[in-house]
């Protein structure tokens, strides 16, 4: 989302992707500082997949990686996502990414997407 569309910059921050609760060590380092919205944030909080989960694919979606939604998720008409892949299905479930604000701002993304076509 942006900060136009939640309006303003106050519902943003710095998520530490890797959690310092786990990784201390990336407490600082800029490649684990990813900026998101507040409640994304705030559900993530310290979650991290375990090992075992990890070695299933169940890890949280890497946005700076690759895109989530060529890879990890589809989206329908509604703005709901669907899990392509056992980290998109992590990822939807654990930062609750089919919430109401999120599948809107889908639908008003591709909206704006379909006017840009037609220019």
């Known amino acids: 989302m942006t900060e136009g569309y939640l309006r303003g910059p106050d ?4 998520d530490h992707f890797r959690p310092y609760k786990q ?29 075992e989960q990890q070695a299933k694919g169940l890890t949280f ?3 700076c990686a690759e895109d989530p ?6 989206i329908d008409s509604f703005g709901a996502a669907s899990p392509l892949s056992e980290a ?17 701002f889908r639908k008003k993304r591709e909206s704006v997407r379909n006017r840009i076509r037609e220019y």
């Open 88 to 104: 998109g299905k992590y990822s939807l479930r654990i930062i609750r990414l089919n919430r109401e604000e999120c599948r809107r």
């Open 11 to 14: 519902v943003f921050g710095a």
């Open 23 to 51: 990784f201390p060590a990336l407490d600082c380092i800029y490649d684990n500082l990813y900026y998101c919205c507040n409640k994304c944030n705030s559900y993530k909080g310290t979650s991290w997949p375990t090992a």
């Open 69 to 74: 939604y060529a890879v990890h998720f589809r």
């Open 61 to 63: 979606v890497d946005p």
